[in-house]
Nanobody, 114 residues
Framework: QVQVVESGGGLVQPGGSLRLSCTASVNFFEVYDITWYRQAPGKEQQWVAFIVSGGAPTYGDAMKGRCTISRDDAKKTVYLQLNNLKPEDTATYYC????????WGQGTQVTVSP
């Protein structure tokens, strides 16, 4: 059974940085396109960044220019580097395929506060 584990979140001051990780215990990880999402309390889920099999990234408007997505297929892990964080980036961050074909992990909480 596929297990998805996100990590790397925490409490950071505005302007700070975090590197999030998502590891999926799935066969043939390298063939999957993968998306990072976030959801703040009371708000709809947003997609943050997307990386295709082979590595080309695409970024959503929410954090364009302030985040970088990458992947290490050998480690079955996708990363999300967050920079110049703002209080409005406070949310739980998740990863999944664009089709939501993996079970949802517990997410990793990012809190941006002075």
């Amino acid at each position: 059974q596929v297990q998805v584990v996100e990590s790397g979140g925490g409490l950071v001051q505005p302007g700070g940085s975090l590197r999030l990780s998502c590891t999926a215990s799935v066969n043939f990880f390298e063939v999957y396109d993968i998306t990072w999402y976030r959801q703040a309390p009371g708000k709809e889920q947003q997609w943050v960044a997307f990386i295709v099999s082979g590595g080309a990234p695409t970024y959503g408007d929410a954090m364009k220019g302030r985040c970088t997505i990458s992947r290490d297929d050998a480690k079955k892990t996708v990363y999300l580097q967050l920079n110049n964080l703002k209080p409005e980036d406070t949310a739980t961050y998740y990863c999944n395929t664009p089709q939501h074909s993996w079970p949802w992990g517990q997410g990793t909480q990012v809190t941006v506060s002075p």
